[in-house]
């Protein structure tokens, strides 16, 4: 996902819509993309080794068919904030819920310590925010985008 040092700050992109990852019977998994095109968490998730993207696809189905997933080690809210993370051992993807039971992933990374970065955490505050101001004001930029 990009970074403040690349991006400098969100504020540089509008977000434009989500766009679905895993569509469960519970919970649909969806990606920000940004109004310039780009998917930063979905460029994230091609770049992972297939082993990798097994594990994470794992999380998705469970959480999209059970509505949970039951190792509070693989998702779980990340203290302070309102957002979660799915996690599989390096790979962090930082989400948060929907009032229409979507879980939206707005920042990803690769992570070696247990604790976050506060500038990643901020990063997706300000996506999270941003977000959720703009589906205030057109409940449209909540859906997918039609194809």
Not at 46 to 63: C, G, H, M, N, Y
């Amino acid at each position: 996902m990009a970074t403040r040092g690349q991006a400098g700050s969100i504020r540089e992109y509008r977000l434009l819509h989500t766009r679905c990852e895993y569509k469960g019977n519970l919970i649909s998994v969806m990606l920000l993309v940004l109004n310039n095109g780009s998917c930063p968490a979905g460029d994230f998730l091609a770049s992972l080794t297939p082993q990798e993207r097994r594990k994470v696809d794992v999380l998705f189905e469970l959480i999209g068919c059970r509505g949970r997933i039951s190792n509070r080690e693989h998702f779980k809210k990340i203290e302070g904030t309102d957002l979660f993370e799915f996690k599989r051992h390096q790979v962090r993807l930082i989400c948060f819920y929907t009032d229409d039971k979507q879980i939206v992933i707005c920042h990803a990374l690769r992570k070696k310590k247990d604790r976050h970065k506060r500038r990643d955490l901020e990063f997706a505050t300000e996506l999270r925010n941003s977000y959720l101001k703009l589906c205030a004001g057109d409940k449209s930029h909540e859906r997918q985008k039609p194809e």
